[in-house]
């Protein structure tokens, strides 16, 4: 079992739609990362958050320390939003972060 | 563009063949890592660079072979590579490795190994 784990694997959504991805993990983090990689390959980064909520434009990332979990959502989803969103975590006092197996996005007009 | 350039975008190499991928940060930045992204996995660090010193190799084969010459530029030579090598290397930068190292990442380098 990897210690991230995301949920759904994949979704399809219509243009408009609020989407929400999800990211459990099982180890002490110090901090929590969501990534967006597209086709091409590149990886850009989303958020870094240790505690609470983040907002950029129309995504809010959430994460509740207590219960190991995080969630991205997208508000108002558009087809330039399809991509590839993963959640990685680092845990506490290590260089390391490990990364869940990412969930693919595809926004229909 | 995040400010991580990665050359060449795509390679394909025989299993004898020895070849380099490259990776350039125009960010200032302190720490440069190599992460390999396999088909249906999730992505693995291989390498951490810090200040131009090795701090973390991932139980990579030393048939990966990295070279940092300064904080900007960070390279992996590859030689005498398997089928199962074949993967997507990505690089990555931050201001400094440990919890509060924003990552910024470059396009990656797909290699196929025949």
């Known amino acids: 079992k990897n210690e991230v784990e995301q949920s759904p694997q994949n979704l399809t959504a219509q243009e408009g739609e609020f989407i929400t991805i999800n990211c459990s993990y099982s180890?002490?983090?110090?901090?929590l990362h969501w990534l967006q990689q597209h086709p091409g390959g590149g990886i850009v980064s989303l958020f870094m958050l240790s505690s609470g909520k983040k907002k950029h434009g129309r995504l809010i990332a959430t994460i509740n320390i207590q219960e190991k979990h995080s969630s991205l959502h997208i508000t108002a989803s558009h087809p330039r939003d399809s991509a590839v969103y993963i959640c990685?975590?680092?845990?506490?006092?290590?260089?390391?972060?490990?990364f869940g197996k990412g969930t693919k996005l595809t926004v229909n007009p | 563009e995040t400010g991580v350039t990665q050359t060449p975008r795509h390679l394909v190499m025989g299993m004898t063949n020895k070849k380099s991928l490259k990776c350039e940060q125009h960010?200032?930045?302190?720490?440069m890592y190599w992460y390999k992204q396999s088909a249906k996995k999730p992505l693995e660090l291989m390498f951490v660079y810090n200040f131009k010193e090795q701090t973390e190799n991932n139980s990579v084969p030393s048939r990966f072979s990295p070279e940092c010459p300064n904080s900007s530029h960070l390279f992996l030579h590859l030689h005498t590579l398997q089928p199962e090598d074949s993967a997507l290397y990505l690089c990555?930068?931050?201001?400094?490795?440990?919890?509060?190292?924003?990552?910024?990442f470059g396009e990656g380098s797909r290699l196929t190994v025949l």
């Open positions: 180890v002490g983090i110090s901090a």
């Open positions: 990555a930068s931050s201001q400094r490795t440990g919890n509060t190292g924003e990552l910024f």
């Open positions: 960010l200032g930045h302190n720490a």
């Open positions: 990685a975590v680092r845990q506490g006092g290590s260089e390391k972060l490990v």
